[in-house]
């Protein structure tokens, strides 16, 4: 592969619904311009996108993918993102080192959920944007109905370029509204034709809102259209690259990736009208709480971010990165901004797919990858060790979802652990955590298609099976009423023995988890015995005497008690101090305590009174409501977390896929008495089954 600088490189990421025809597209993208000499496909598993077992197995993209392509003295690489919303930490890191997007649309399904999210998406990092209606050979494709749907719910900005020709299986191109001319596919070829008469009249139509559109972009051409003149050519292609810049136009092509059509004229509008990398605006980032500038421009130091992590069972970790300033070659020294460390690259490469393409040097705004240098992850930016700078990490969402996972066979724990590490290297929205009251091994991610994928990797390529379990909801105990009970201590037979006398009073505390004060007067307990009243306290709370569980919101004072001036010590306040408290929960009215979590709800209009019903049933206290993007609403609720363990799943039947939520712990409250026993008696099993 040639060696290209920014104003010759273009990164585009393909987005769309899941099974919109992505990766088919990449594919054909690929083959049209030379990068692979034979078509895959993803019915038969052999795509350059998708070659992980469990894309395969599922025929359909779950992580993000390279493939760079040669096209008329550009580069363009072509990052084939994940069609599941699930997947949004790839989705987002992948779109943070794109210069533009392509949205791909099924004909035969229309504006999907997840083209709307993915949408959402796009717009957020304002890039400049194509629609790609594929599979137009499908039947029953009604072309115009389907382009009201795209404009209606992605924006007036959509203009078409492009008018299909034949239908169904007799779906052979497309009139060209730009240039007024036919082209007609035949597989790898492209013919240039003669616009049917009866297709002129339409053409014509949308070949004025484009001109329209494009004399909007530019002062000149805006003075020439209203003094009735004819746009050239080369000024419709310049007003088109300024409008498809600055997001004023989107253009709508129509194709089947399968049979390549469109393909080769998607290659033409990319070069033409998309951004180079030099087009960007510049990056920033900080150093030592300084802001710096950097170009995408070899001059400048080295730079880079990392965007994407691999672990290669046999190459080890792979990264994936976006040269921000300066150059990469191999044996370069770089300076790592996780570690502090100087490390080195010994090899440089770029991926076409799997496959590891050698590059001799990187230019700035190129996207390459190295192998096996320490202490770099997804997020991590490397530099030049004397002009040091950090980038902005990514913001990803937190999980939504939690399940409990422990391996098959026992002697597997180690491989196990070392797995999700590396897991985690890949994936940084994978949150891993051993929750030290229920002893369970929690995996959180965005859903079950997330922490599917995780659970079918550990078993394809770590070997470790794997059991699920339900996230076990960790309860509190606390008391409703203030109570005060005195708790004794006293062993004596002669020999030292044990005296510690406490009368303690026990108080509702809201405001914390636990406070010791003390009242008591005359020296009726010795100041320093203090302390271990206090830790006797703390340890006698670490088991309610409802269920066992950890109890919260007490304040205890100590007010009066005993002592023996040979027989008292501190572990004998330290038992007093343990059997006031169960002393006084007899009168305290012990309750027990849930997690309540404030969720942030967004969904279509046409699903708000479903959810808001829905928050009800499980028993949810609606905070507020506010307009999100169009056509949606957000809601802000609070609702216990043993009602939304997995509302992840109830949310997208519910809302037809649409719904997304976020939640974040608040506090905890009583659980409603009609409930309490039924917790009781679930932890009581859980306790029992511990102990087999």
């Not at 990766?23 to 598993?45: P, Q």
């Not at 990797?457 to 409703?480: C, G, N, P, S």
Request: glycine share 8%.
């Amino acid at each position: 592969m040639k060696e290209y600088k920014a104003d010759a490189i273009k990164n585009v990421v393909l987005l769309g619904h899941l099974g919109s025809g992505k990766t088919s597209l990449a594919e054909s993208l690929a083959f049209i311009s030379g990068a692979i000499d034979k078509k895959g496909s993803v019915e038969k598993k052999n795509t350059i996108s998708d070659f992980s077992p469990e894309e395969q197995a599922k025929l359909s993209s779950l992580s993000s993918s390279l493939i760079p392509l040669e096209f008329k003295d550009i580069k363009i690489n072509v990052l084939d993102a994940p069609g599941a919303d699930e997947m949004i930490g790839d989705i987002k890191h992948v779109l943070s080192v794109a210069c533009a997007a392509i949205l791909v649309v099924d004909a035969s399904s229309g504006v999907q959920v997840g083209t709307e999210k993915m949408w959402l998406e796009i717009k957020k990092q304002n890039l400049p944007a194509f629609i790609f209606i594929n599979k137009m050979d499908k039947e029953n494709i009604k072309y115009e109905e389907l382009l009201n749907e795209i404009k209606t719910k992605l924006g007036k900005e959509v203009v078409p370029f492009a008018l299909p020709l034949g239908k169904s299986e007799q779906f052979n191109g497309f009139a060209d509204i730009v240039e007024l001319k036919a082209r007609i596919y035949d597989g790898k070829t492209c013919e240039d034709g003669e616009i049917y008469p009866d297709k002129m009249e339409r053409v014509k139509s949308l070949r004025q809102d484009l001109v329209e559109t494009v004399a909007g972009a530019d002062e000149e051409l805006l003075d020439k259209y209203f003094e009735g003149e004819e746009l050239t050519m080369d000024e419709i292609h310049k007003g088109l690259h300024l409008s498809v810049l600055s997001g004023e136009a989107v253009p709508v092509i129509v194709g089947s990736a399968t049979k390549d059509i469109g393909a080769l004229t998607l290659l033409h509008m990319i070069k033409r009208y998309f951004p180079t990398v030099s087009e960007l605006d510049p990056v920033k980032g900080t150093d030592n709480g300084e802001e710096i500038i950097r170009h995408y421009s070899d001059e400048e130091p080295f730079s880079a971010f990392v965007f994407k992590t691999m672990i290669d069972p046999f190459i080890g970790t792979i990264s994936l990165m976006q040269i921000k300033s300066g150059t990469l070659k191999k044996d370069q020294d770089i300076f790592v901004s996780s570690t502090n460390n100087v490390e080195r690259a010994t090899q440089v490469f770029t991926l076409l797919g799997k496959n590891q393409v050698p590059l001799d040097l990187a230019h700035a705004g190129d996207i390459c990858a190295f192998a096996k240098v320490n202490g770099v992850a997804t997020g991590t930016t490397l530099s030049d060790k004397k002009n040091q700078v950090v980038y902005p990490k990514v913001e990803t969402p937190t999980p939504t979802m939690y399940i409990a996972i422990q391996p098959e066979n026992k002697k597997d724990e180690d491989k196990l652990s070392t797995a999700l590490a590396k897991l985690q290297l890949e994936d940084n929205t994978l949150e891993v955590r051993r929750n030290k009251e229920t002893s369970q091994l929690l995996i959180g991610g965005q859903g079950i298609i997330h922490l599917g994928y995780i659970i079918d990797k550990m078993k394809h390529t770590y070997k470790v099976a794997l059991i699920k379990e339900d996230q076990r909801i960790v309860y509190r105990e606390t008391i409703k009423q203030t109570a005060k009970a005195e708790g004794r201590y006293i062993k004596q037979s002669g020999g030292s023995g044990y005296y510690g006398v406490v009368v303690i009073r026990f108080e509702p505390f809201p405001e914390g988890d636990y406070e010791f004060s003390e009242e008591v007067f005359g020296g009726a307990v010795p100041r320093g015995y203090f302390p271990a009243v206090d830790k006797g306290l703390q340890e006698a709370l670490e088991h309610g005497v409802l269920a066992g569980f950890p109890v919260i919101g007490i304040k205890a004072v100590l007010v009066d008690g005993k002592y023996h001036p040979v027989d008292s010590n501190e572990l004998a306040f330290k038992m007093a101090a343990s059997i006031a408290f169960k002393e006084a929960c007899k009168t305290a009215k012990p309750t027990i305590l849930e997690p309540i979590y404030k969720v942030e709800i967004t969904t279509k209009d046409e699903y708000l009174g479903d959810v808001l019903g829905d928050i009800n049933k499980r028993r949810g206290r609606v905070l507020g409501m506010e307009p999100a993007t169009q056509g949606y609403q957000k809601v802000v609720a609070e609702v216990p977390e043993q009602e939304i363990t997995k509302y992840t799943i109830d949310l997208k039947a519910m809302t037809q896929g649409s719904g997304t939520f976020s939640r974040e712990f608040v506090r905890y409250d009583e659980v409603p008495g009609n409930l309490i026993s039924k917790i009781i008696e679930e932890h009581k099993r859980f306790v029992e089954e511990q102990k087999k």
